[in-house]
Each structure stands twice: as structure tokens, then as C-alpha cells.
């Protein structure tokens, strides 16, 4: 579905031309992760998800949400302003735009060494990336200090498989390594994140089944396994 020649040709042809504006973003030193048994990994996420507290994201946004490591999933609400993507899913297993749950799982299975006691949220529909900037660093930042590792960057809407590319390489910059979600192949190829794995499935579908707990782990397996293999800025497909 998100393959652009999938696409109504007028809507092709619009993501297309937002793609072809979307720039690279300067990859910072490269970083050989941490082997993901012994990693902690953390959530960003671009979903505009936040706590019922929070205050809620607006157009434009370019600040983030914290989400702790244990949240309930009854106190996270959307503020996403796009509709140009699938929320269902999210009602039927909020794991699919973030994993929480999966990622404990495979601690629990030793796949992962932990789990980070806080994630982070950002509102996706932002084709500034340069904007992004400050706050990718400063996230960047937090994620190192709280001993983060490995940042898994999850992308919704239309746009937003271009920003979480962009803020992945913000996030690297303070040594922590990035693996990312690929919508729409186009974007992340113009705005090059360190690592990425494109998926064939719907806008709002990036772990692909709101029914299996397996499937999306195993989407999360083949995205962690690029960690292991990638020697400089790699762009994979998951298999149809």
C-alpha cells in the first residue's frame, strides 16, 4: 500500500514531489551498537503520543512527550493532527505504533538486555526537519545519560517516515545507535538515516498486524537485525 506506484497517481505524485524536497540530514560518526542481548533499548516514537496529562501536541510541533517505561496504555491518548493514516490499529493494540509490550517480551526472552525507563514521543506531520534538530540532539542526550543504547524509531503518517530519518541522526550524534521504520521507501532514501527497514504495510500499520504479538516482533527482529549487519547507512526491505 505504501509502495508510491500502489498510490492513487495524484496522491503518488504529491508524495513524490515531498520526497524529492526532503534533504539529508548530516550523519554523525558512525556507532557499532551495543550486541542487542546486552542492549537496552528505547521507543521514539512520531505518533503524537502523550500522557491524558500532557499537554497536547499542536500543527507544527517540534517539541516531545516523555513516556514512561511503565505507562498503562489507558493513560496514552493521540493529539496527532494528520488523518491521512490508519488509527485503527492503535485502538485494537497500541503495541503497533509502540511497543511497549514487545519489547518486555523479549527482554523477558532474552532478545534484548533491557528496557528504558522512558521513551519519547514527537508529532510527525513536520517536513522541517532542521527544526526537529534541537530537540533530536537533546533527546539524543537524555537517552544516553539514562544508559539507552538503542533507539527504535517508529514512524505513522505520511510524512513521517522522513522526520523520525532525520531525528535518528540527530539522536546519533550523542552515541546512541538508531534502527528505523520505513513507510515510504522515497523518504528515507532522500533524508538517509543510519539504519532503516522499509515495510509494505499500511500508513498507521508500521509493525504490519494489530493481531499478532509475533508478527510485530518479528518485524522489530528483522529492523534489530540491520544493527548487527549495517557497516554504514543501510536501507533494507522486509520481506512480502
Same mark, same amino acid.
Given at each position: 500500500?505504501? /509502495?508510491? &506506484?500502489?498510490?492513487?497517481? @495524484?496522491? #503518488? $505524485?504529491?508524495?513524490?514531489? /515531498?520526497? &524529492?524536497?526532503?534533504?539529508? @540530514?548530516? #550523519? $554523525?560518526?558512525?556507532?557499532?551498537?551495543?550486541?542487542?542481548?546486552?542492549?537496552?533499548? #528505547?521507543?521514539?516514537?512520531?505518533?503524537?503520543?502523550?500522557?491524558?496529562?500532557?499537554?497536547?501536541?499542536?500543527?507544527?510541533?517540534v517539541d516531545y512527550r516523555l513516556i514512561p517505561g511503565d505507562v498503562d496504555f489507558s493513560e496514552v491518548v493521540v493529539s496527532h493532527v494528520s488523518t491521512n493514516f490508519d488509527r485503527?490499529?492503535?485502538?485494537?493494540?497500541?503495541?503497533?505504533?509502540f511497543p511497549l509490550d514487545r519489547l518486555r517480551e523479549m527482554q523477558d526472552d532474552g532478545e534484548i538486555g533491557g528496557v528504558s525507563q522512558w521513551h519519547y514521543s514527537f508529532m510527525g506531520a513536520q517536513p522541517n526537519h532542521q527544526a526537529l534538530a534541537d530537540a533530536g540532539e537533546e533527546v539524543g542526550r537524555l537517552l544516553a545519560a539514562d544508559g539507552v543504547d538503542v533507539a527504535f524509531m517508529v514512524p505513522v503518517c505520511p510524512i513521517s517516515?522522513?522526520?523520525?530519518?532525520?531525528?535518528?541522526?540527530?539522536?546519533?550524534?550523542?552515541?546512541?545507535?538508531?534502527?528505523?521504520?520505513?513507510l515510504i521507501r522515497e523518504q528515507s532514501e532522500a533524508v538517509r538515516p543510519p539504519r532503516a527497514l522499509w515495510v509494505p504495510f499500511a500508513l498507521g500499520r508500521p509493525l504490519g498486524s494489530s493481531a499478532s504479538a509475533e508478527f510485530q516482533k518479528n518485524v522489530m527482529r528483522a529492523a534489530f537485525r540491520i544493527l548487527e549487519t549495517a557497516v554504514d547507512p543501510t536501507i533494507e526491505d522486509y520481506p512480502i
Amino acid at each position: 500500500m505504501v /509502495r508510491l &506506484s500502489d498510490l492513487h497517481e @495524484v496522491e #503518488a $505524485a504529491h508524495m513524490r514531489t /515531498r520526497a &524529492s524536497e526532503m534533504q539529508p @540530514v548530516a #550523519a $554523525a560518526a558512525w556507532i557499532s551498537p551495543t550486541i542487542l542481548n546486552q542492549a537496552t533499548v #528505547a521507543i521514539v516514537s512520531n505518533a503524537g503520543l502523550h500522557r491524558r496529562t500532557d499537554e497536547p501536541f499542536k500543527l507544527g510541533a517540534v517539541d516531545y512527550r516523555l513516556i514512561p517505561g511503565d505507562v498503562d496504555f489507558s493513560e496514552v491518548v493521540v493529539s496527532h493532527v494528520s488523518t491521512n493514516f490508519d488509527r485503527s490499529a492503535f485502538q485494537q493494540d497500541p503495541n503497533i505504533w509502540f511497543p511497549l509490550d514487545r519489547l518486555r517480551e523479549m527482554q523477558d526472552d532474552g532478545e534484548i538486555g533491557g528496557v528504558s525507563q522512558w521513551h519519547y514521543s514527537f508529532m510527525g506531520a513536520q517536513p522541517n526537519h532542521q527544526a526537529l534538530a534541537d530537540a533530536g540532539e537533546e533527546v539524543g542526550r537524555l537517552l544516553a545519560a539514562d544508559g539507552v543504547d538503542v533507539a527504535f524509531m517508529v514512524p505513522v503518517c505520511p510524512i513521517s517516515t522522513g522526520a523520525v530519518g532525520a531525528l535518528a541522526n540527530y539522536i546519533e550524534r550523542a552515541g546512541v545507535a538508531t534502527v528505523s521504520i520505513s513507510l515510504i521507501r522515497e523518504q528515507s532514501e532522500a533524508v538517509r538515516p543510519p539504519r532503516a527497514l522499509w515495510v509494505p504495510f499500511a500508513l498507521g500499520r508500521p509493525l504490519g498486524s494489530s493481531a499478532s504479538a509475533e508478527f510485530q516482533k518479528n518485524v522489530m527482529r528483522a529492523a534489530f537485525r540491520i544493527l548487527e549487519t549495517a557497516v554504514d547507512p543501510t536501507i533494507e526491505d522486509y520481506p512480502i
